[in-house]
């Protein structure tokens, strides 16, 4: 069972700076993308950035309208870990940032199937 681990959430002050990191247990080669979401209270779950392809140090990045020259995503493929780096961080940022990972299987059919962590709360004060 693929499992993903993150770490750095916590409470800032408006303006300050967080950076979020996932490592998971899948192999590298096997990781097709990797990306955070987040959910709000009483808010659906939101893509926030993501890398595709994993495996490439090409790879493309994408992000949400909202956090596009506040937050950057990177990734250390040696560690199979991603990187969510948030800047002038604003009150509206506050949600659970969730890690999520498309990861293929090893062997025929090579079906992709997508895994979640358990979440980290970013919290955001005036």
């Known amino acids: 069972q693929v499992q993903l681990v993150e770490s750095g959430g916590g409470l800032v002050q408006a303006g300050g700076s967080l950076r979020l990191s996932c490592t998971t247990s899948?192999?590298?080669?096997?990781?097709?993308?990797m990306g955070w979401y987040r959910q709000a209270p009483g808010k659906q779950r939101e893509l926030v950035a993501a890398?595709?392809?994993?495996?490439?140090?090409?790879?493309?990045?994408n992000y949400a309208d909202s956090v596009k020259g506040r937050f950057s995503i990177s990734r250390d493929y040696a560690k199979k870990t991603v990187y969510l780096q948030m800047n002038s961080l604003k009150p509206e940022d506050t949600a659970v940032y969730f890690c999520?990972?498309?990861?293929?299987?090893?062997?025929?059919?090579?079906?992709?199937?997508?895994?979640w962590g358990q979440g980290t709360q970013v919290t955001v004060s005036e």
């Open positions: 899948a192999l590298g080669f096997a990781i097709v993308s």
């Open positions: 890398i595709s392809p994993f495996i490439r140090n090409d790879y493309d990045t």
């Open positions: 999520h990972a498309d990861i293929k299987e090893t062997r025929p059919p090579f079906t992709v199937t997508d895994y």
